[in-house]
Nanobody, 123 residues
Framework: QVQLVESGGGLVQPGGSLRLSCEASRGVASINIMAWYRQAQGKQRELVAKITTDGVTNYADFVKGRYSIARDNGKSTVSLQMNGLHPEDTAVYYC?????????????????WGQGTQVTVTS
């Protein structure tokens, strides 16, 4: 199965920046959508930003102008640059990807999640 490995979370003061990264495992034939979601304690998971294979991006209103998503199709990676962080940005951030992967000689669809990385914004 496809695995996504995240890195880059941590503790930062309000107004600070963090960069999250996510890499898909080998065996991926194609990646369609790559995205970042977040889930704050006691709340539902919500979309933060997504990016298509062609680089078309979409952001949640609450991060527009502060976050930037990018991907490297050759390396099967996606990153999220987060600037101007607020305490309310505190959450576990999850990487998401979907597409096709090799199962033996056949191609299968997948939708995969990373394990999550904690982002805490506090003074």
């Amino acid at each position: 199965q496809v695995q996504l490995v995240e890195s880059g979370g941590g503790l930062v003061q309000p107004g600070g920046s963090l960069r999250l990264s996510c890499e898909a495992s080998r065996g991926v034939a194609s990646i369609n959508i790559m995205a970042w979601y977040r889930q704050a304690q006691g709340k539902q998971r919500e979309l933060v930003a997504k990016i298509t294979t062609d680089g078309v991006t979409n952001y949640a209103d609450f991060v527009k102008g502060r976050y930037s998503i990018a991907r490297d199709n050759g390396k099967s990676t996606v990153s999220l640059q987060m600037n101007g962080l607020h305490p309310e940005d505190t959450a576990v951030y999850y990487c998401y990807a979907d597409g096709l992967y090799y199962q033996g000689s056949s191609l299968q669809m997948y939708a995969a999640w990373g394990q999550g990385t904690q982002v805490t914004v506090t003074s």
